[in-house]
DNA sequence: GAAGGTTACGCACAACGTAAACATG
DNA sequence: CATGTTTACGTTGTGCGTAACCTTC
């Protein structure tokens, strides 16, 4: 799994429509939907309920945005880590 | 930055021998290789001293080593409440 | 019938293995 | 000179955009 597949699920649960949420990532609405797509057979769980018209966290789609959210944080202080000399 | 690369690293800071890192990730250890300095590049801190015949560990190496446990295991906590139905 | 999500197709880039090159003890 | 890491090169797979298709209000 990639990161950034992580942070396309954050995005869309957070605008709940997959143009807005594709054009926040630079990506194209298609393969936008793909991503989501591959997390959620990667997964083995429906994240997100779309009826064509509505888009809908799932009670695992909620959990598993919680988690990611941890995930992209600790991944900022990773990053932060990396760069700083030690402890000034 | 994709997941498998963190795991890469870390499996390399037990090891510090990349030809068994690289065997414990069933890749080549070319690859392996190009895998560990990608990270270190796109992080912009080089993370393993290597001396052809000695690796180890950097300052910056150790920090993220660490933070990258913590990823691994909080993507560990995202899968498992992915597929468990809420709280039985 | 218009807006929004999905599927099909094609191109381009990046992952990967193999093997040769380079470095160190 | 033997062990171990890096680089070069060719092949294969996958990411991605475009556009057509399906569904709902």
Redesign the interface.
């Given at each position: 799994?990639?990161?950034e597949s992580l942070r396309c699920v954050v995005t869309l649960a957070e605008e709940l429509h997959f143009g807005r949420a594709a054009q926040l990532h630079y990506v194209s609405a298609g393969h936008f939907g793909r991503r989501i797509q591959r997390v959620e057979r990667h997964?083995?769980?429906r994240?997100f309920d779309r009826t064509s018209r509505r888009v809908a966290l799932t009670?695992?789609g909620e959990?598993?945005v919680?988690?990611?959210r941890?995930?992209l944080a600790?991944?900022d202080?990773?990053?932060k880590?990396?760069?700083c000399p030690?402890r000034p």
């Open positions: 799994m990639d990161v997964l083995g769980a994240l009670p695992a959990r598993v919680a988690h990611a941890t995930v600790e991944l202080e990773l990053r880590s990396a760069v030690g």
